[in-house]
């Protein structure tokens, strides 16, 4: 099973600030497998990154990923207030789909 | 706009089956090769993928679930249900039905807003 690390647990920041979300992989990921999404409370999760870099359908430009090896980024480039959330990654890769557990991004 | 809603018990007694229906309008489940998904997401924690099937039937399941879980499809009534059975207070969780990409990659791009299930006496 390839597990998914997420880092850091929580993110305190402002917004109009950066923030930079990390997934790390137990093993070697193709990176059209790699997705990442937005979770608010009460809410289902949101397609945010898929095949690593490319962006859903309406998710706005200052949501960017990329990956280097088995590490996987997320980028809000400049934070919004609706943009503090909880972040998670997710994985397809032998035969099992995996998610990280979670990076939540608060309001410093 | 593709829609999902999940349906089903609230609760459920352990020992017993859990069993639940995802209703798809806005698009036929038959059309555009795609996969259909369970999620789900104990209270408080993260997301664990139940498992998945194409219209034609073909099911992929999650290893760890395997042994409890049936996924099964209704192309007549654009309808896909999840039965789990043995449940266990474990198996409490908010489950999501979710359309699955899994061509050129595999990821979750519509969710049903989830329904809360859980097993308690």
Redo the contacts between chains.
Sequence with gaps: EIVLTQSPGTLSLSPGERATLSCRASQSVSS??L?W?QQKPG?????LI??ASSR??GIPERFSGSESGTDFTLTISRLEPEDFAVY?C???GS????????TRLEIK | QLQLQESGPGLVKPSETLSLTCTVSGDSISSGGYYWAWIRQPPGK????IG?IFSTGST?Y??SLKSRVTISVDTSKNQFSLKLSSVSAADTSVY?C?RH??A??????F????TLVTVSS
């Design positions: 059209i497998y997705a999404y809410q289902a999760p949101r397609l898929y095949g859903a359908s998670y997710q994985q397809y035969s099992l789909i995996t998610f990280g557990q979670g | 993260g997301l664990e993928w998945s992929y999650n290893s999501y979710a990409i899994w050129g990659g595999s990821y979750f791009d969710w049903g807003q989830g």
